[in-house]
């Protein structure tokens, strides 16, 4: 193979080359070397142009560079494999002090790593996605050795600098750290987002040299609908618990009839569900003991009051437990 404007020629490697090339000058003449369509034509060609044996990676990376100093480029369709069945293919060794993937630090990234999945993003925009059909492969492990305080984990981090690297002080409402949950249902078509549990900056919650967090956790009731998670709880940053009232919810308020009783609506309501009570003011103030007197499983649960009509107009409180599995 020839170069119009460097008619030299390569010496045969036993296999053919695309038309295209790059220069190539170890010190010498300059050789307009094809570019190899394998890694396995890469590698002939480094041992043709090294005299026989390999060069090392270093002076490779130093004068085949075709994007940036120290950098290897191969073409899409190829790939770095280990060389036996189900072997192990190790980055680094133990001289490593990291491995740098994507974009450097300083610039924007939109850079994407895909295991098991050849590509595909699932309707997902996260950074690294992992893929497997084996039990328990599709997930996370990081293990901390050593006599040290070192903590095993995930960590979330959140700057809003334009760039990475860049530091920019996080707002009010921003999510420092969220663990999301999806999967597919019954149609086996959607994959909406079924809840979540995060931890964000609360309103005021950014101070000089800290952070205030509350952790909330988001959950899709049963009767839907799609990507319909309401928030069940939030612990605020003070350690005050919120729970959702509403209907057929763990909590909320009702006012007793003008016989001291009143009957809640709550599908919620089993066989083992305990109940607190509370009267509140914005009503009558109570005179006689209020108590749960009945219930309904699946349906309601009565409120009532022992001085009867005398507390008509009481409002309480209530809250509904249940008991863990034992």
């Keep these: 193979m020839t170069n119009p404007t460097n008619p030299q020629i390569l010496p045969p490697l036993g296999a053919p080359f695309s038309a295209a090339g790059i220069p190539y000058s170890p010190g010498a003449p300059t050789l307009w070397v094809p570019i190899p369509s394998s890694i396995a034509q890469a590698l002939d060609l480094l041992i043709t142009l090294s005299g026989g044996s390999t060069p090392g990676l270093d002076a490779v990376l130093n004068v085949a560079n075709i994007a940036a100093t120290k950098s290897i480029r191969i073409a899409a369709a190829q790939a770095i494999d280990a060389a036996l069945a189900a072997g192990v293919l190790n980055l680094g060794t133990v001289n490593a002090a990291a491995i740098g993937m994507g974009n450097p630090s300083g610039g924007t990234s939109s850079f994407q790593l895909f295991i ?30 050593g006599a040290n305080t070192g903590v095993p984990g995930v960590t979330g981090f959140k700057s809003r600098g334009a760039n990475v690297g860049s530091m920019l002080s996080c707002l009010a409402g921003d999510v420092l750290a969220r663990m999301t949950a999806i999967g597919v249902t019954g149609n086996n078509v959607d994959i ?13 919650g950014v101070g000089a040299n800290w952070l205030a967090s509350e952790f909330e956790v988001r959950l899709t009731p049963l009767a839907g609908p799609i990507n319909g998670h309401k928030q069940t709880f939030l612990v605020g940053s003070e350690g005050v618990l919120k729970v959702r009232e509403a209907a057929n919810c763990m909590a909320g308020v009702a006012v007793l009839d003008g016989t001291g009783t009143i009957v809640v609506g709550n599908t919620n309501v089993s066989a083992t569900t305990k109940f607190n009570l509370t009267a509140q003011d914005g009503g009558n103030p109570p005179t006689g003991v209020i108590y749960q007197s009945a219930r309904v499983v699946g349906t309601s649960f009565t409120i009532k009051s022992a001085a009867g009509a005398a507390d008509a107009g009481v409002q309480v409180y209530y809250q509904l437990w249940e008991p863990t599995a034992p």
């Design 192 to 204: 909406p987002l079924a809840g979540w549990l995060g931890i964000q900056v609360p309103t005021g």
């Design 116 to 145: 098991n999945q050849g590509g595909a993003s699932f309707n997902s925009n996260a950074g690294l996605q992992l893929s497997s059909t084996v039990a328990n492969r599709g997930s996370g492990r990081f293990n901390q050795f």
